[in-house]
Every structure is written in C-alpha cells, then in structure tokens.
C-alpha cells in the first residue's frame, strides 16, 4: 500500500517569513495529492490539492509542487501569518476507478511568531 | 458544497458500554465512507472503508468485532464502538466519497471520544 513521509515534524517561522514542508510518497499509481491544515479538535481543511498531470499549483499564498519522477510533493506557504499556525498534513490517494483512501503524511505542526 | 454532518462531537463513556457515531452526507450520495482514527498530536490513521450496501473492509489491526461499521444507504454511515475501553479513547473522523468525484473527500468534524 501507499506510503507517505513528512518533514519536519515541526517547523517555527518569523512572521512574514515562508515556510515549507515536504512529503514522499511510495506508490507510483497515486495521482491525487492534498493538503489539509487542521486545528486542534477540528476537521482537517483542504487548502490545496494537486493532480499528477501538474506539476505546481498556486493559490495567493500557497503553492504545491508536484515531482512524479522523485515521487516528492511540497507545500509552500509565503507571507506567512500567526493564523497560518496549525498542523499540516499532506496526503496521497489514486483518483479514478473505485473510491482509495487518503494515506496521510505524520503532520507538521507549523508556529508562525508574531 | 458537499458537507457531511457528523454526531455526536463530544462523548463520554464508561467502560464496557458501546457508543455509535453517525455520518451523513447532507447533499451528496456517499458511496464510500471512510473512518479515520486520530490519536493526539498523531496523523489521521485509516480504520475502514465502506462502500454503500457492502460489508466494511478493515485495515490490519482493527477489529472488526469491536469497530461495527453499517453503510446502509447513500447517506448514512455509522461506527459503532463497542466493549469500549480507556485505550479507545481517540478523535474518530469520517470521510465520504461521491461515486462521479465532484465533491472530492469531504470530511465530518469528528468525534471525541473518552472512555472512563
């Protein structure tokens, strides 16, 4: 099955600085790859996703790229701001065919500084 | 967009008592749930899948026996806990699918639940 790796488990940023966070991921044939930020006790929240026929995706503030060939996928957030400071969690799925699961990365647990 | 409703939010048990929680996608047929499990300060840890009208199909190492999962209809889906014990004390999440993926994975708001 799929496996997904995320560094760092941790990461604190100045604010206004950019923070990154990369992820591996094992099985080839996943072709859908999510990132969600989720607050303590509530519901992960996609904030950008990514298909493998693309190889970065923007969205004001954040950006995912996409290397198929390296199987590595990461998230950019830039300008970053005290409420950007949550765990963030990529993940991996197969898009097409029958419904597969989202296999999550461990999380990075982000504290922007004011 | 596509909201599933997840109940209860908060639960307290004792023991040995069984504890049901419920999904319901509100505006999209799920034709395939999926429970997650959440321990704190830990990743989303997949428990099951189930696809409507089909028996649950379990990860390794969850018991099925003691995590029943019902998928029924194309809107509701329920976890049940049973002989519950403090170990199963955890954030319990689920996430459904639509068949044609136009509403992607949309997740509860998750259930926490404590044995005592």
């Known amino acids: 099955g799929e496996n997904v790796e995320q560094h760092p488990s941790t990461l604190s940023v100045q604010e206004g600085d950019s923070a990154v966070i990369k992820c591996t991921y094992s099985?080839?044939?996943?072709?859908?790859f999510p990132w969600y930020k989720q607050e303590l006790g509530k519901r992960p929240q996609l904030i950008i996703d990514i298909r493998s026929n693309v190889g970065e995706k923007k969205d004001q503030r954040i950006a995912v790229t996409l290397n198929k060939t390296a199987k590595h996928f990461s998230l950019h957030i830039t300008e970053t701001q005290p409420e950007d400071s949550a765990v963030y969690f990529c993940?991996?799925?197969?898009?097409?065919?029958?419904?597969?699961?989202?296999?999550f990365g461990s999380g990075t647990q982000l504290t922007v500084l004011p | 967009g596509a909201v599933v409703s997840q109940h209860p939010s908060r639960v307290i048990c004792k023991s040995g008592t069984s504890v049901k929680i419920e999904c319901r996608s509100l505006?999209?047929?799920?034709?395939?749930m999926f429970w997650y499990r959440q321990f704190p300060k830990q990743s989303l840890m997949l428990m099951a899948t189930s696809n409507e009208g089909s028996k649950a199909t379990y990860e390794q190492g969850v018991e099925k026996d003691k995590f029943l999962i019902n998928h029924a209809s194309l809107t509701l889906s329920t976890l049940t806990v049973t002989s519950a014990h403090p170990e199963d004390s955890s954030f319990y999440i689920c996430?459904?699918?639509?068949?044609?993926?136009?509403?992607?994975?949309?997740f509860g708001s998750g259930t926490r639940l404590t044995v005592v």
């Open positions: 505006d999209f047929q799920a034709t395939t």
């Open positions: 996430s459904a699918r639509e068949r044609t993926y136009n509403y992607g994975y949309t």
């Open positions: 099985d080839s044939a996943s072709n859908y």
């Open positions: 993940a991996a799925s197969i898009l097409g065919g029958s419904a597969r699961q989202l296999t």
